[in-house]
Structure formats: structure tokens, C-alpha cells
């Protein structure tokens, strides 16, 4: 639905997005991750047609936005970084408006309105001005507006910001369940919504994509990913190391503590063989009789893998 | 086509609307006709004339709108790109055409109305003695098209920044430009040393000629044609902003 091939856009002198390149298909929901001024916005504003790339391409659903850009815009549902809405009109008539714009009229814009106004919770505040509204209100009355014409792409640039932990729960089911039948691209730097929403992650950092995965792939690039740490009481370290050593599975062995619990972690040998590594271990556990309290394999945290992909800069600036 | 008008429409009513949801619309409407009686009544003279035509409530309307249409246009753009909402508009499925159009007709609209509650000084002067009915209509048709005129290089200066006190500003100066160029204490300076060619030039941008062709009753071509270019130039330099402001 989505491809972005070779995005670059210049500031000025400086380059805000470097070749950037991916597709988003239908059913599938990407995560754009990154640090603050990475490029996520600016790419996501390439992609709506708000900013015209310096060089490279933005297809929407076989229309190039370049050069046709108002059957592509038709496709996509925007909610831009900071949820801005007309304050000057109630929150009915806003989303009026946009129905209007995206050509609903009479009877299927209130219908439409309805829908939106049920997904986003905002019967409360429908007659409402919104320059009157809290800030959860407003973002989720931009999120309707981008709602409003059941758009088969959706793109948005931090929807759950400003949102309470009910709230942003609520967001994140709607993402899934819209995922199913529609392309999505939305950039966040919540590291958990990205686990619990989207189908692949894009990282992005200084303009460039740093890497691009499922959810899982990103984790496993984790120094301490698919490795397996276990405890044992009442077999002394020597005999733990030893016998770990002795396993083909394993590779670099760690082992601490004394004659009472022993903690290790073993690192496989060959990187990705899932589950492999635990099973061998505890078949060994059992053989020896060790008193095993505890084998956990290491999945990789999200949040240390985007820390060392995209540190260097954010560690030379602090300096 | 009638989706473009469409659209023209919808973004032209959403405009309204904001105008009438705010107390701006109010405010200017009271203001505009206690300045237009003022001007009329006491620094016009309009009693004391002894004549049954508009002119001494139309001779004011190029000073008065110099102030008063930069005012109610200034955030026609600056707005929404302080608001941000200007990226909501521009990734809608509409071209900037239709936004900029929608956007200029809302506005004139807005002051067209606001010029239609002067009728009273119409109905006085027929009440008062046996006007020409058509030179008063031309009257302010050119009053309609100056309005329009100035409201193009609002919108324009409107685009140019996201401060609605330097849009306002700006547009004043442009517009004040407009007035002063084919004002005679200005050409005379001008005769006396520019060759002739350069004072026809800069005179030819002056609104007040084409303004005063309309106050005669005289519907000119070539006043029209004025009018329309000066539009229609400001709105495609609107465009133009608006495309470098998102290049940029």
C-alpha cells in the first residue's frame, strides 16, 4: 500500500532524512521508532504529501503523492505529530468538516461521524467547543478526524501522546483491530507499544533507517538475546561450570556464587536456535540431579537494543 | 469541476462559521458601521452637500478598508500555521487552489455583508432626495471589488508568516502602497523628475483611479480588469508562499 523508496529531504544544509526506504503492505502495522528530531515526523510528512521530498518517492496505493497526489491523499488518514484541530469549532462541526473535505455528505457524514465519535470516545464533548478541551479530548478528536472517511492507510505521528494509561490502551486495541484490514504506519517512542501493537519496527536515527524487524528480530540483536541464565542450589560452581562447558549447545559460560546457589548464564554457541539452548540445559539439570530454581531464556529488552543502536549521537551531544 | 467548487465551498463555509463562532465577526461588523457613519455623516459632510449620491460615504472606503479588511483577514493563513493546522488542511484530498479560494471568498463574503448593512445610507439618500440607483449599485460594486483587492494582498501577507500582527502590518503597507501610487501630491512628486513613462507606471497600480470610475457610475472594462489581476495576482503569490513554506 505504502512504498518509500530513497526519501531524502534537506533542510537547508542539513539533511533531516538520508535514503530512506521501506513498505508498508496491507494487514500490517509498522512502528516508526527514533529519538526526538530523527526524522520520524519529517518522513511521515513526506508520506502524507505535506512536505515534497528533496529526492526520491512516496507510492500510495499505486498513485505516486508526487505527482497525483489527491488520489493518494483519499487513501490516507492523517494525524499529524501534535493533534492540531480548528479551536474555533465544536468538535461536531469539526468533524463536519473533515467528512466534508473527504466528500461525505448529509446522511453518510453523520453516519460517519457517529462511527468515529464511538471509536475515539467523544459523545461527552460532541457539542463541545474545542479550544475547551483537555488535552486527551483534542488528540482523540484529531485521531476521529483521520477516522472519518475509514481510510485504507492510516498514518500517525504519536497517537497515543498525552493520553492517560486507559486511553492509550484503548488507542493501541484500535490500532490492532484496524490493522487487520488496513496499512498502518505510526512512530512512537514508547518501546512497549511497540510489542504490543505493531507487526514490524522501523528505527530511524539521524535521518536513516538504523533497522527495520519484526518486533522479535529487533529484540534478538540484544547482546544477552537467546542466552539462558538458571540457578542452582546445593552443587558447588566448579561442577556447574565444568558440565556446562562440557555442553555442545553452549557457548561463553558465566557462572557466580557459592556452594549454596549458584546463578550462570550460558550463551548459545550459533546465535538464533530457539528454545534449543533451555532444553538442553535442563535435560542436563535433570541427569545430574540439580536442584534447578530457575532457567529463563533471555528474549533481548527492546528498549537497551534502540539505546545502542541510536546512542553515539545522543552520547556526543551530552558531552 | 462541482467537487472542486465543492470543496472551494466547505472550506469557504468552515471560514464563515469560525468568523461567527468568535466575537471577531461582531466586533468588526459594529466597527465598521460606526466608522462608516462617522465618516460618512460628520468628516463627509453628507448633509451639508446638498447632493443625492453616495459619495460622501464611498470616498472613505479605500482609508477605511485600508485598516479595517487587513484586519479581518490577517489570520486567514498565519492561523493555521500557527495552529498547525495548516498540515491538516494541505494533506487533505483538495489542491491549494481550492484552499486559498475558499479561504478569499469566505473573507469577502464576510465584508460584502458587512458593506450590505450600510444600506441605510442608501435608503436615506433616496428618502432625502432622487439618486441615480444605478451609480449608487456601481458604487459599490467598485467599493466590493477595492475590498476584494485589498482582501488578496491580506491573504497573501497572511500566508507570509505565522505572526498575525506582521501579516496585518504588512498587508497595510502593500495596501497603503496601492492608495498612495496614483494619489496627486504623490505623482506630482514624482513628475518632477521620473519621465513620464515610470509615473504612468507607478500611478497604474493606484486603486483610487479605478475605485473613482465605479463612484461615477462608469462600470469600466479596464477597471475591472484591474481589480482581477490585482486578485489574481495576490492569490497565485499566495500560492506560491505556500508552496516554498512547505519546499522550504
Not at chain 1, 184 to 198: G, K, N, P, Q, R
Request: with cysteine; proline share 5%.
Amino acid at each position: 500500500m505504502i512504498t518509500v523508496e530513497d526519501l531524502v529531504k534537506d533542510f537547508g544544509p542539513k539533511r533531516a532524512v538520508n535514503r530512506v526506504s521501506f513498505s508498508v503492505q496491507k494487514g500490517e502495522i509498522l512502528g516508526f521508532l527514533g529519538p526526538n528530531g530523527a526524522g520520524k515526523s519529517t518522513t511521515m510528512r513526506m508520506i502524507t504529501g505535506f512536505f515534497p521530498p528533496t529526492s526520491g518517492r512516496v507510492v500510495v496505493g499505486g498513485h505516486d503523492i508526487g505527482e497525483n497526489p489527491i488520489p493518494a491523499k483519499r487513501l490516507i488518514g492523517y494525524l499529524p505529530e501534535s493533534a492540531p484541530c480548528y479551536s474555533d469549532m465544536t468538535v461536531h462541526g469539526f468533524l463536519a468538516f473533515a467528512a466534508e473535505m473527504r466528500g461525505l455528505h448529509g446522511a453518510a457524514r453523520e453516519q460517519a461521524i457517529q462511527r468515529v465519535v464511538g471509536l475515539c470516545f467523544l459523545e461527552s464533548v460532541l457539542h463541545q467547543s474545542v479550544d475547551t478541551l483537555s488535552k486527551g479530548f483534542r488528540h482523540r478528536t484529531c485521531l476521529a478526524q483521520s477516522l472519518i472517511h475509514d481510510p485504507p492507510i492510516l498514518v500517525l505521528d504519536e497517537p497515543t501522546d498525552g493520553l492517560d494509561p486507559n486511553q492509550k490502551h484503548e488507542i493501541r486495541q484500535l490500532l490492532k483491530r484496524f490493522g487487520r484490514d488496513k496499512a498502518i504506519i505510526f512512530s512512537t517512542h514508547i518501546l512497549e507499544e511497540v510489542d504490543a501493537v505493531c507487526s514490524r519496527a522501523i528505527i530511524i536515527d539521524r535521518g536513516q533507517v538504523v533497522a527495520n524487524g519484526t518486533p522479535a528480530e529487533l529484540r534478538a540483536r540484544h547482546e544477552l538475546a537467546g542466552s539462558v541464565s538458571l540457578r542452582v542450589q546445593g552443587t558447588a560452581a566448579e561442577t556447574v561450570r565444568t558440565k556446562l562447558h562440557a555442553l555442545p549447545a553452549a557457548g561463553r559460560v558465566v557462572v557466580q556464587g557459592d556452594a549454596a546457589t549458584v546463578t550462570a548464564r550460558v550463551y548459545p554457541r550459533d546465535k538464533p536456535v530457539n528454545g534449543d539452548l533451555a532444553r538442553s540445559l535442563s535435560e542436563l539439570a535433570q541427569r545430574e540431579g540439580w536442584r534447578l530454581d530457575e532457567l529463563r531464556t533471555e528474549e533481548g529488552r527492546l528498549d537497551d537494543v534502540f539505546r545502542s543502536i541510536t546512542r553515539p549521537e545522543t552520547a556526543k551531544g551530552a558531552e | 469541476m462541482s467537487e472542486s467548487l465543492r470543496n472551494i465551498w466547505t472550506i469557504a463555509k468552515r471560514e464563515l462559521v469560525g468568523y461567527f463562532n468568535s466575537p471577531v465577526a461582531y466586533v468588526f461588523i459594529v466597527i465598521f458601521l460606526l466608522l462608516n457613519g462617522f465618516f460618512t455623516f460628520m468628516l463627509g459632510n453628507y448633509f451639508l452637500r446638498g447632493e443625492a449620491n453616495l459619495n460622501a460615504f464611498l470616498m472613505w472606503h479605500p482609508w477605511l478598508y485600508l485598516f479595517l479588511v487587513p484586519a479581518a483577514g490577517m489570520r486567514l493563513w498565519a492561523e493555521e500555521r500557527r495552529v498547525g493546522t495548516l498540515e491538516l488542511l494541505l494533506t487533505m484530498p483538495i489542491s491549494a487552489w481550492q484552499a486559498i479560494l475558499g479561504k478569499f471568498v469566505a473573507c469577502w463574503i464576510f465584508i460584502a455583508l458587512a458593506l450590505f448593512l450600510t444600506f441605510p445610507v442608501v435608503l436615506t439618500t433616496m428618502y432625502l432626495g432622487s439618486p441615480d440607483v444605478g451609480t449608487m449599485l456601481t458604487g459599490y460594486l467598485g467599493s466590493v471589488l477595492l475590498a476584494g483587492a485589498y482582501l488578496a494582498v491580506t491573504v497573501m501577507t497572511s500566508a507570509m508568516t505565522r505572526n498575525q500582527v506582521i501579516s496585518f502590518i504588512l498587508s497595510v503597507v502593500i495596501c497603503f502602497f496601492l492608495i498612495l501610487a496614483g494619489w496627486e501630491p504623490v505623482t506630482d512628486l514624482l513628475v518632477r523628475w521620473a519621465p513620464e513613462w515610470l509615473v504612468n507606471i507607478v500611478s497604474s497600480f493606484s486603486v483610487m483611479p479605478h475605485f473613482s470610475d465605479f463612484q461615477r457610475g462608469v462600470v469600466d472594462f479596464r477597471d475591472l480588469l484591474f481589480f482581477g489581476s490585482v486578485i489574481a495576482f495576490c492569490l497565485f503569490g499566495t500560492s506560491v508562499v505556500l508552496r516554498s513554506l512547505r519546499a522550504a
